[in-house]
């Protein structure tokens, strides 16, 4: 039997959109498999392992080896900068990082406090164009922190604008694109190079590219 490859994916729109990359790639996964609760999930017809677990915990679990591959958005990818191999873009679940806020926001502040659950990468930004703010890390709702005036803008993902619209908010300046990646443990490259060698061409055949920091 070949070795088994354990994988890390985020529950969720990801989850659903690299599971049918799976399958377009030709690898066998039961039907039950969308709708199952649990958090480990065995394939074994195609030796392979999910774990399914919270976008931001993936490369945790990758770096420390528990898994040997994952699925991870890049906002995550730029948020963590965990020690891990960034191997193939695979082009699902399209988004991007954006500055928001009230139409009419008080510019007279020194420091404008800025809300958002990606502080390393909104401070990053922020520091790149030379503007000094103060960073308030939340975990949900950000778009309530300038309504209540806990912040005077957000650093979030945009998918449509729609939440940003029916909360009366506007997108002051866009950040970055993400995509989601898949990732590959270090030392699990050495070991089952083969395998992981295999998914990624797999893979890059439904995508059509690779990866492009």
């Known amino acids: 039997m070949r070795d088994v490859l354990t994988i890390a994916m985020p529950?969720?729109?990801i989850f659903e959109e690299a599971a049918q990359l799976l399958r377009e790639a030709g690898y066998e996964l039961p039907p039950e498999f969308d709708d199952s609760r649990k958090l480990i999930i065995e394939v074994e017809r195609e030796s392979l392992r999910f774990i399914l677990a919270k976008p931001m915990d993936v490369p945790t679990y990758v770096e420390h080896g528990v898994a040997d591959l994952g699925i991870a958005g890049k906002d995550t990818m730029l948020e963590e900068e965990r020690d891990v191999y960034e191997v193939l873009d695979l082009h699902i679940s399209d988004c991007y990082l954006a500055v928001a806020g009230l139409p009419y926001p008080d510019v007279n502040d020194v420091a404008p406090k800025v809300a958002t659950k990606y502080p390393a990468v909104a401070s990053?930004?922020?520091?790149?164009?030379?503007?000094?703010?103060?960073?308030?890390k939340l975990n949900g709702s950000i778009e309530l922190a300038p309504l209540i005036g806990l912040a005077d803008r957000i650093v979030d993902i945009v998918s449509t604008g729609r939440t940003?619209?029916?909360?009366?908010?506007v997108e002051l300046e866009h950040i970055q694109a993400i995509t989601s990646r898949l990732i590959v443990n270090p030392v699990s490259y050495r070991l089952k190079d083969k395998r992981i060698d295999e998914m990624v061409e797999r893979l890059s055949l439904v995508v059509g590219g690779t990866s492009d920091d």
């Open 11 to 13: 529950k969720g729109r």
């Open 164 to 169: 940003l619209r029916e909360n009366g908010l």
């Open 124 to 136: 990053k930004y922020f520091r790149e164009q030379g503007e000094q703010v103060e960073i308030i």
